[in-house]
């Protein structure tokens, strides 16, 4: 690997870092906004011209707020907790394509931080790795409602995991790929994979409201029932890193979605575009799409009340896991037909 | 059994249709409705900045009016105090001295008058009761305060100050007096 290599790879990783972050920060002032303006109010506007500061006036009151751990808590994995709940939802950024290659300084440079070829089983192997910032925030807690809270988020993120999987089958069997990059690349232009698979593209998006603890499917916090489920103990920036593992983490899954079925950075009239034209075009697409989704995440959460967990299993298990099973089934054929397999 | 309130309410526990029981239809549903409140100017008033026009017979904080010429015009009847249901007015009367004219209307006259605002529920009848009309409520707040004891209001927060005349006009016909 030479070194300017690096030096880009280091770039993109710094730059995706803060993007990642800004928009988290500012994913929980527009959710407060969102918020605000479905129940017919401002929202926060005190901070600075419609209130752009409030994010860091958050910050701020979380890291002066006094650092508190538990008397009867595991004091190691207490820490951990929150540690794996952002590392997790950070790592997921790191293999989605942001758009085509850009042309720098004579260099090719590819706007995403690594093109591995099994980039979406990366990311579902983070994203059950990020149960476990949960479930040890809520074991080390030594409170009933934090473990209430971690294994309701556990069991619900393993059911709904299946059922995603399924959904990310028959996305990989289109387009014969793992790798991110060639999923986008076969969706070129306006052949979005939404147009064929709808189903998956709605058991997809139900079970990423699911896998990032967002209403309806916010059972592991729980506010009336667990008291904030598996953060209940935690406070200052213990605290901070769980709800803004969160946004990470809703800001990532909206990039997957629109990554698998809605074309990422393809936008219909592409082809009248090259270069770094294109590669911008590219990025202004992705990033619209992304935006779209994290405004339909709160929009949803800002309508439906709380699943309860009966129903949410019902749901993941009874429902869900069999659509997207048939849903597959059928995608093969099909796809076996096209193949001419049958003849 | 025949209902006495009719209000029972039937409860049916029946079959959820098809449409139903995938809740996509609900849930678009409800999602337009929350949409239709996006676009949905809001009521909110920034408080600070803008306050809420008070109704013009609002009754907040009381004056103790004088006259024309700058009198006080109580003169500790008391009837404001028999008047008053939650029992937060109190006074002492006090004969007017030779050269007092100038400063109080009558001959008596409340050397010290007292209206506890924790126990006031500012309903308006001292202001009812007052045959001399002195005691009015007016359209200002009774500002808060850490300390109850601030909150027993006496003659130097109640009587209106000369130069600077409290306008009642707002809820009453004239707020001066009529020849009896």
């Known amino acids: ?343 | 059994m025949q209902s006495l309130s009719n209000r029972k309410k039937v409860v049916s526990n029946k079959k959820m249709t098809f449409l139903e029981k995938i809740y996509l239809p609900a849930i678009f549903g409800g999602m337009w409705i929350t949409f239709k409140h996006l676009l949905r100017k809001n009521n909110t008033l920034r408080y600070p900045e803008h306050t809420r026009e008070f109704a013009p017979v609002y009754r907040g904080q009381h004056v103790l009016k004088r006259d024309e010429e700058g009198r006080e015009n109580c003169t500790a009847c008391g009837l404001c105090a028999v008047a008053c249901p939650a029992e937060a007015i109190t006074m002492v009367a006090a004969e007017r001295e030779k050269g007092e004219e100038k400063l109080y209307r009558e001959e008596k006259y409340a050397a010290s008058y007292e209206i506890n605002m924790l126990r006031c529920i500012f309903c308006g009848l001292c202001e009812e009761a007052c045959p001399k009309e002195a005691v009015f409520l007016t359209d200002r707040i009774v500002p808060t305060n850490f300390e109850r004891d601030s909150f027993v209001y006496g003659k130097d927060r109640l009587v209106e100050d000369i130069n600077n005349r409290i306008d009642i006009t707002k809820r009453q016909h004239t707020g001066k007096r009529t020849e009896k």
């Not at chain 1, 070829?117 to 983070?126: D, H, V």
């Not at chain 1, 989704?293 to 993941?316: A, N």
Request: glycine share 10%; aromatic share 16%; net charge negative.
């Open chain 1, 1 to 343: 690997m030479e070194i300017s290599e690096l030096i880009e790879k280091l770039a993109l990783i710094v730059a995706l870092f803060g993007v990642t972050l800004g928009i988290a920060a500012y994913a929980t002032y527009f959710e407060r906004k969102v918020a605000a303006w479905f129940q017919d109010r401002i929202g926060p506007d005190r901070a600075g011209p419609f209130g752009i500061l409030q994010p860091l006036a958050d910050g701020g009151k979380l890291f002066f707020k006094e650092d508190f751990i538990p008397a009867n808590a595991e004091k190691w994995l207490f820490i951990m907790g929150p540690g794996i709940a952002m590392f997790t939802a950070l790592m997921t950024g790191s293999v989605i394509p942001w758009s085509t290659d850009l042309e720098l300084f004579g260099q090719t440079v590819a706007l995403q931080v690594a093109d591995i070829n099994i980039g979406i089983l990366f990311i579902m192997g983070f994203l059950s790795i990020g149960v476990y910032g949960i479930m040890i925030g809520g074991w080390a807690s030594n409170n009933k409602f934090s473990l209430f809270g971690a294994i309701r988020a556990s069991s619900q993120m393993i059911s709904y995991e299946l059922a995603m999987g399924i959904c990310v089958i028959t996305i990989v069997m289109m387009s014969g790929s793992l790798s991110l990059r060639d999923i986008v690349n076969t969706q070129h232009g306006m052949n979005w994979n939404v147009f064929y698979q709808p189903l998956a593209f709605v058991i997809f998006f139900i079970c990423s409201l699911a896998e990032t603890n967002r209403a309806p499917f916010d059972l592991a916090e729980c506010e009336s029932e667990l008291i904030g489920g598996y953060h209940t103990e935690y406070g200052s920036m213990k605290m901070g890193f769980y709800l803004f593992a969160e946004y990470v983490s809703l800001f990532t899954s909206s990039a997957v979605i629109s990554v698998l079925f809605f074309g990422g950075f393809n936008f219909p009239g592409m082809d009248n575009f090259d270069g770094n034209t294109l590669a911008i075009l590219g990025v202004v697409a992705m990033f619209t799409k992304t935006f779209f989704f994290i405004f339909v995440f709160m929009w949803i959460r800002w309508t439906i009340p709380r699943f309860r967990f009966d129903q949410l299993m019902h749901l993941g298990w009874k429902s869900l896991i069999p659509i997207s099973i048939i849903n597959m089934l059928i995608t093969g054929l099909v796809i076996a037909f096209n193949e001419g397999w049958f003849k």
